[in-house]
């Protein structure tokens, strides 16, 4: 990312996500108001696993407008939610399906090369997860915008990001 990196929201891979950002030697925010006035995020990783019911998806706008307004040039969003069909209850599969929607219209309105994309964890995901979020943070994801992506258990890891199918034969 060109700039710092926002990873807010509480949910269930927050902090995985801090460690994340800081392991690619990007500064990483907590906070938006830690962020230098002038300074432009590269990009924002709001963790919405702990939503459960509709109402608190005033959370997500409390926390990403302002931080989309900060948002740079070519900058990337990154939203993590859980995947509905993981979910019994009407209300969390709700507030889950919502999330795509929100993403889509983020894209949308996102210019200068930025984008915005949603990563729905299924249970047990942890590896998963981080390695989306690797991707989409990524100049390699710049041409993907407003997607969902369903993550599931395994090692979904690569061994080297700058390159993947190093020793892999077709």
């Known amino acids: 990312c060109p700039g710092p990196v926002?990873?807010?929201?509480?949910?269930?891979?927050?902090?995985?996500?801090v460690e994340l950002v800081s392991?690619?030697?990007?500064?990483v925010l907590t906070d938006l108001d830690d962020l230098a006035e002038g300074t432009r995020l590269g990009g924002i990783v709001l963790d919405m696993t702990a939503l459960r019911h509709p109402s608190q998806l005033e959370h997500l706008r409390a926390v990403g407008a302002p931080a989309i307004k900060r948002l740079g040039a070519n900058g990337r969003v990154v939203v993590i939610g859980v995947d509905p069909a993981s979910?019994?209850?009407?209300?969390?599969?709700?507030?889950?399906?919502?999330?795509?929607?929100?993403?889509?219209?983020?894209?949308k309105e996102l210019r200068q090369g930025s984008t915005a994309?949603?990563?729905?964890?299924?249970?047990?995901?942890?590896?998963?997860?981080?390695?989306?979020?690797?991707?989409?943070?990524?100049?390699?994801s710049a041409f993907?915008?407003?997607?969902?992506?369903?993550?599931?258990?395994?090692?979904?890891?690569?061994a080297s990001v700058d390159r993947p199918l190093k020793d892999k034969v077709a």
Do not use: C, K, M, W
């Open 23 to 27: 392991d690619a030697r990007v500064e």
């Open 87 to 107: 979910l019994t209850a009407p209300a969390e599969v709700a507030t889950a399906r919502s999330l795509e929607g929100i993403v889509r219209s983020i894209a």
């Open 144 to 158: 993907v915008d407003g997607q969902p992506i369903v993550v599931g258990q395994g090692e979904g890891h690569n």
């Open 117 to 140: 994309n949603l990563v729905l964890a299924q249970p047990d995901s942890a590896s998963a997860v981080r390695s989306a979020t690797e991707f989409f943070l990524s100049g390699r």
């Open 6 to 17: 926002l990873v807010t929201g509480g949910g269930a891979y927050a902090a995985q996500l």
